[in-house]
C-alpha cells in the first residue's frame, strides 16, 4: 500500500471490553511503534518493533496493554479491559530503520464509555 | 515527565505573516529534531528536521532554527498561507524513541 493503514478508524466500546487495533505498515519498513494521542497532549510513545528483535515495551502504560507484530509486517495493540482513560487516538507509525523518519497511520480512534 | 516543551498553545497568523513555534528540552543527548505538521483526521507528517551540528534549516517557507546552548529550538513559517492551518509538533530523540511536544495549533487568517 502506499501508507500505514490503520482499523478500525474508529471504535467505541464498553468499560470493561477488550479490543484490539490494527495497523498495516508500509512494505519493507522493519521498524513499526505505537503511539497514544490524548486530546491536548503530544504523542506517547507506546512500544517499537524492529525487525526481529525484541521489542522495546517500556512505554505501554498497564499490563493491560499488549502488542505483537506477526511476520515482521502486521501489528496489533490489544487493550483488555478497557477504562475510560484509555480513550485517546493511538497511532501506528513505521519507517525503513531505528534513524529513517516516521510514516504516520491516520490513526484508531478508541472511545469507551 | 515531558521532556520536550513546546509553547503557545495555539496560534493565529494573518495571511501572510510569519508562524513562531518554540521548544525546549532536557536531554543534551538528543541527536534529533523534526517537526511533524498534523492536519484533523489525519497522522503527523515530518515537516522538516534538523540535527545539532547546524544552526538553522530552510525548506521553503519553514525555517528550523536550533540553540545548542540554551537547548531551544524553534520553527517558522514564512508567508503563512491558508493551508499551514494545522497541529504543528516539535519532537526530539536520541536513537529511535522520539519525544513529542504537546502540539500547537496554527490558525491562518485569511
Known amino acids: 500500500g502506499a501508507g500505514v493503514s490503520q482499523s478500525p478508524s474508529n471504535k467505541v466500546t464498553e468499560k470493561g471490553k477488550d479490543v484490539e487495533l490494527r495497523c498495516d505498515p508500509i512494505?519493507?519498513?522493519?521498524?513499526l511503534y505505537w503511539y497514544r494521542q490524548s486530546l491536548g497532549q503530544g504523542l506517547e510513545f507506546l512500544i517499537y518493533?524492529?525487525?526481529?528483535?525484541?521489542?522495546?515495551k517500556s512505554g505501554l502504560p498497564s499490563d493491560r496493554f499488549s502488542a505483537e507484530r506477526t511476520g515482521g509486517s502486521v501489528s496489533t495493540l490489544t487493550i483488555q479491559r478497557t477504562q475510560q482513560e484509555d480513550s485517546a487516538v493511538y497511532l501506528c507509525a513505521s519507517s525503513l530503520g531505528r534513524d529513517s523518519p516516521l510514516h504516520f497511520g491516520n490513526g484508531t480512534r478508541l472511545t469507551v464509555t | 515527565q515531558q521532556q520536550v516543551k513546546q509553547s503557545p498553545q495555539s496560534l493565529i497568523v494573518q495571511k501572510g505573516g510569519i508562524s513562531i513555534i518554540n521548544c525546549a528540552y532536557e536531554?543534551?543527548?538528543?541527536?534529533?529534531f523534526p517537526w511533524y505538521q498534523q492536519f484533523p483526521g489525519k497522522g503527523p507528517a515530518l515537516l522538516i528536521a534538523?540535527?545539532?551540528?547546524?544552526s538553522e534549516k530552510k525548506e521553503g517557507r519553514f525555517t528550523i532554527s536550533f540553540n545548542k546552548s540554551a537547548k531551544q529550538f524553534s520553527l517558522h513559517i514564512m508567508d503563512s498561507q491558508p493551508g499551514d492551518s494545522a497541529t504543528y509538533f516539535c519532537?526530539?530523540?536520541?536513537?529511535?524513541?522520539?519525544?513529542f511536544g504537546a502540539g500547537t495549533t496554527v490558525t491562518v487568517r485569511a
Open positions: 518493533f524492529q525487525g526481529n528483535s525484541a521489542p522495546d
Open positions: 536531554n543534551t543527548a538528543f541527536d534529533y
Open positions: 519532537a526530539a530523540s536520541k536513537g529511535y524513541k522520539l519525544s
Open positions: 512494505s519493507g519498513h522493519t521498524a
Open positions: 534538523i540535527r545539532p551540528d547546524v
